[in-house]
């Protein structure tokens, strides 16, 4: 079994940072394509950032040159550094593996950026 682990939401005003957490059990995390992906009352999820196994990125559009996906394969642990934050940014954020014809989703973690 994967489980994930998010943390590292909280409330920050506009312009501010936070960086998450996706802490992974039960498998080899390094073969996995990691995504975050965040979900606002009444929207659609979308995904935000992802990260291959290999190391590529790419990232909605909205978030370039703001957020950076990274991913530390010998700690089982991937993040969502997240700068310059908006209102807009405001939403429950997801950590997602994928691969091996699997999906393994992470409880999720709120971010609230309001002044």
């Known amino acids: 079994q994967v489980q994930l682990v998010e943390s590292g939401g909280g409330l920050v005003q506009p312009g501010g940072s936070l960086r998450l957490s996706c802490a992974a059990s039960?498998?080899?995390?390094?073969?996995?394509?990691m995504g975050w992906y965040r979900q606002a009352p009444g929207k659609q999820r979308e995904l935000v950032a992802i990260?291959?196994?290999?190391?590529?990125?790419n990232y909605v559009d909205s978030v370039k040159g703001r957020f950076t996906i990274s991913r530390d394969n010998a700690k089982n642990t991937g993040y969502l550094q997240m700068n310059s934050l908006k209102p807009e940014d405001t939403a429950v954020y997801y950590c997602?593996?994928?691969?091996?014809?699997?999906?393994?989703w992470g409880q999720g973690t709120q971010v609230t950026v309001s002044s």
């Open positions: 039960g498998s080899i995390f390094s073969i996995y394509d």
């Open positions: 990260i291959t196994s290999g190391g590529s990125r």
């Open positions: 997602r593996l994928s691969g091996r014809g699997s999906n393994y």
